[in-house]
């Protein structure tokens, strides 16, 4: 029987999609070459910018997802995956256009977040997955405390957000190691790593402290996997 195909529609950015690539790898238990998920990797990143499209008026990178897509299922994906945050404002749109399962992101997330029994979750996202409400409408249906950045934070958090994505790594991670430390002031007891870019700019920090986050890439891995193994 052929063995079912995972697509990652990724290239938002190619350093987030390598990151999940890597996830798979290093999650599924295989001794050999044959042992591991197959999957199908979509790259291309002149995908018009997901927050600039949300919030400024930008160029719609919906009808491109969806060409990415269904490339994707034409390619043999027999489920598909969104290396992207803001992404998934596009997803049930996507869902729609193409004939295989997607598993989504922030399900995954929320879910992993509220499983951890913590009350108050913090988040660290882009502007536009802040503005859309992707997490705070599945933190707060659970009755749980949604703490995001102030607007001077969360300014800071897109600042390291472009700075990783142009290559400037140590100064990306100085600057988010702050807005963690802030959201941990103002309460929060595990943060959400909402933007695919995060859990690399912060991933010394989460080798010393992995209870304190929750990883979104990590956690939409993990769903794949299970949904592999059914």
Request: aromatic share 6%; net charge negative; glycine share 6%.
């Amino acid at each position: 029987m052929a063995k079912k195909i995972i697509g990652i529609l990724g290239g938002m950015g190619p350093a987030a999609t390598m990151d999940m690539f890597q996830k798979f790898i290093q999650l599924t238990p295989a001794t050999c070459d044959q042992e591991h998920i197959p999957l199908l990797i979509s790259s291309i990143p002149d995908i018009p910018d997901r927050t600039t499209c949300i919030l400024h008026n930008g160029a719609n990178p919906g009808p491109i997802l969806i060409e990415q897509a269904k490339r994707l299922e034409s390619a043999g994906a027999n489920c598909i995956i969104i290396a992207c945050n803001t992404a998934h404002n596009w997803f049930d749109e996507i869902h729609k256009q193409v004939n295989v399962e997607m598993i989504s992101m922030i399900e995954s997330t929320a879910d992993a977040a509220v499983s951890t029994g913590k009350k108050r979750i913090g988040i660290l996202a882009t502007d536009a997955t802040l503005e859309t409400g992707l997490y705070k409408k599945k933190i707060e249906e659970f009755n749980l405390d949604y703490i995001a950045p102030d607007p001077d934070s969360q300014t800071q958090v897109m600042h390291s957000i472009y700075l990783y994505k142009a290559g400037k790594i140590a100064e990306s991670t100085e600057i988010m190691m702050k807005q963690k430390d802030a959201l941990i002031k103002k309460g929060a007891e595990i943060i959400i790593l909402g933007c695919t870019e995060v859990p690399m700019i912060l991933m010394t920090d989460i080798n010393i402290s992995p209870e304190l986050y929750v990883d979104s890439t990590l956690c939409l891995v993990k769903s794949a996997i299970n949904w592999y193994r059914m």
